[in-house]
Structures are given as C-alpha cells and as structure tokens.
C-alpha cells in the first residue's frame, strides 16, 4: 500500500521485486504462511541522526544523516553510504531494499543495508569535506561494526571520504578494524574494489551476450555517469575491445565518436574534481550537451546510436522515450551499473523487446561482492594480488547470470533476467528468514 509521496522510489522498486514473486509464490505457497514479504519490506532498523560541522570561514552547518540497517538474514548489514543534496529517507530506503537482494545474489554471507545524507560535497574544501565526515560518524560508529554493519561507498562517498571515515572511527573506539570498504590500499583496502562495480557490470554484459553467442568486439557503447562505475565501466570496455563513445555528469553529456578519452575523464574527475565541460578544452572533435538541452522527458546520452547502454549515474536516469530511442536505433544490450537507473516503463520495453537486460541489483553486484572480498581479507590478515580478486569477481558475475537465467527459465521466461534476479535473490533470503524464525 502506498501512503507516503516521499518513498516513490521505495515503491517502485518494492513494486518490481513483489510484481516478479507471483509465480514464485503460486507455487510454493508456504512463503505466505511466515509472512515474508510483509517482514521483508520493513527494514530491521532505520537510523536518522543530526550531522553538525563547520565550514572553514567558521560557520555552522546542520545535514540530515541516515542509516537503514534492513535485513541481516544472510550476514551483517553491508551497502554504501550516499552523500548527495538530493538524498531523503526515502532514497536510502530504496537502496537499501535493493542492496537486501542484490547481497543475496552474490552467493557471499551478507544482509542488506545502505547509508548516507543530504550532504553537496561540491564546491567544499578538503578541509570541510573532512570534517563533515568526522561529524558523520560521531554518531554513525555507535551502531556499525565488522560483524554488524560494514558500510562502503556510494555517490559522493570515494576513497577520500573512507579514508576520513575510517579515521574517525579507528579514534572514536581505539580499534583498528575492517568496518568500511573501499579503504586505502596500504591501510586494509582490496585491490581491485575500486574497479569492482564498473568491471563487474561489463563482465555481465559478457555473460548476457555470450548466451546469445555474441561480445562486445567493436560494439560502440554508451556509457552514463563520470564517477567511480562509469569510469571504470569504460576501461573494461576499451580492454575487451570495444568503443565507449560517451560520459556524463549532473552538469551535461560528453559523446566523442572516437572514443572517450580515458586518461583525460580520470584526470577531470579523480584529480580535478571539475565539470566534464572542460573535456571539450582537450578534445575539439568531441560535443558537449548540457542539460539545458537534454530532449524533454529524457536524456542526451542515450539519444545516441550504439550497440549497447551502461547505465552508470543514478536512479530513474533512463525513461521510456530514452528506452525507445535506443531500441528504435538497434541497441542490443544494456547492463546497469547504477542502481535502478531505468523507469519501469523502460524497463518493460527491454524486456518486451527481449533484448540483452541485466538489471542493476544482478549487474552492478560486482562492488559490493568486492567489499566482501575485502572483508575477508582484513579478517584473515592477508592482501591477495589483482589477479586473484579479478578471478574471484569474473567467477561471481559468472555465478550470479546462471542464477538469474535458470531461475527466468524455471518461472518460465527464459530472457526475464529482471525475474530472475528477484526471484533467485528473494528465495535466499526468505529461506533463510523462516530457518531463523519469526523476528
Ligand atoms: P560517483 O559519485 O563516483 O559518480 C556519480 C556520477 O553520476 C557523477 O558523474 C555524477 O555527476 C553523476 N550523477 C550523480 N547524481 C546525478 C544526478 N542526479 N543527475 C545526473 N548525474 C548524476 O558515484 P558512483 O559511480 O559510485 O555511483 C554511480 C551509481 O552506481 C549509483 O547509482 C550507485 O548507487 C551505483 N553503485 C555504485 C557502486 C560503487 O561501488 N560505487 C556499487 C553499486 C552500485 P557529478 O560528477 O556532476 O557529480
């Protein structure tokens, strides 16, 4: 039932994964005799706590911090934490409902939660980028822990924010201990997790085109987003030989038919931390398009015509005129990076079209099973080499398309990935809901 306009995302992602579990259901009625999905929908535990810090001409400023520890029948709570202006209670509800299943699917011990406030960190200093995440988890560290809740990162939330993160922690409880992930590489930090979630999505594209006997060899690919996914989405891509043509931030799109200049987008937002207007300094063959030109109802970038689609920047990034210009202009493939980045009404059009779709919870989970990796790791004392969590993250996004698949070709739709990725996820967690008992 829906009773509050302030948790539409919740709802409409709620709505997908219950819409999915019917055939589940017909046929094993006992999930609604434990109540599972009513238990399922309420988080555990939801945390809303004041962020007090000050600016660096001395002023004081208050954000709204949040954490929703939601459901810790698989393992402690584990998901990132956003900061973002655009972020309420409701956003991280969202996310967190979706990290529940998308945890599931990784096959890895760990429970879904997600974090974050209504934070801008541009145009701060270091210094206030700092101390806000100092104020942060003044109150955050009371209720997180390396075998209760282990938060990451997410929008806004990078190496740096971890590393002041960390800091604060390791002073508030004297322990030096793996309760974030995405860490430094020299203090607990996983090669390879940076990389994760951007490679991981690619990796499931691989997968999804491989069951059709095709690859992504000279592919010209669209890619949203210029942060961490993004990026790391267009150098697995240039690795496996194809042609990623676009990048885009809050402010605008960039398309270089060419080929996104790699070195220099990395340049602009790791180092620089600036818009992708100046990408257009370096690169005169290339187009800027702002946002203030963006086609009504929909997004420059996906307007462009290519062979597959890297949804990697936010939710509700692509509508449904976006899904039916990129299926009009032949796309076969899309592979979401970001977290629920198509409206439902796009999301019905790939699947009608049965085109190559993996939804973000199933293709994007290569970053939170990464952290996982990273957890391991920090409890055995050990830092294994690249190859190793490479290995480890292709053999994962291998797993979790089989799982998708068979369980799309058990319920009857063979090229519903979005059924399968709900269902096979859900089925996890409510087995091991109802082993546990009622609580
Ligand atoms: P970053 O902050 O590194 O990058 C986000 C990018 O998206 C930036 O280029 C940003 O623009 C742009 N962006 C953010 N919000 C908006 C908006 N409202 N409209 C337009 N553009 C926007 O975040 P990540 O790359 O880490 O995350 C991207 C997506 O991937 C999110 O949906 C996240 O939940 C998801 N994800 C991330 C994981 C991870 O490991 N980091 C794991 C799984 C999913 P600008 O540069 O102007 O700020």
Redesign the pocket.
Known sequence: QRSSPAQAEFYQAAEEVLECLRPLFERYPHYHDHSIIERIVEPERQIFFRVSWIDDAGRVHVNKGYRVQFNSALGPYKG?LRF?P?VTAGTIKF?GFEQIFKNALTGLSIGGGKGGADFDPKGKSDNEIMRFCQAFMTELHRHIGPTCDVPA????V?GREIGYLFGQYKRLTGRYEGVLTGKGLNWGGSLGRKEA?GYGAVYFAQNMLAARNEDLTDNTCLVS??????IYTIEKLYELGAIPVTC????GTIHDPSGIDLELLKQL?EVKRVSLEEYINERPGAHYISTQDYPENGHAVWRIKADAAFP????N?LTKSDAETLLANGVRCISE???MPSTTEAVDLFLEAQIAYGPGKAA?AG??ATSQLEMAQNSSMEQWPLEKVDDKLKEIMANIYQQCATTAEEFGDPTNLVLGANIAGFRKVADAMIEQGVM
């Open positions: 990132g973002h655009s996310l990162g997410d929008i806004g990078g979630t987003g210029a942060g961490n996914v993004a885009s931030d809050s402010r937002k990697c920047a936010t939710q990034e990076g970001a977290n994007n970053g939170v």
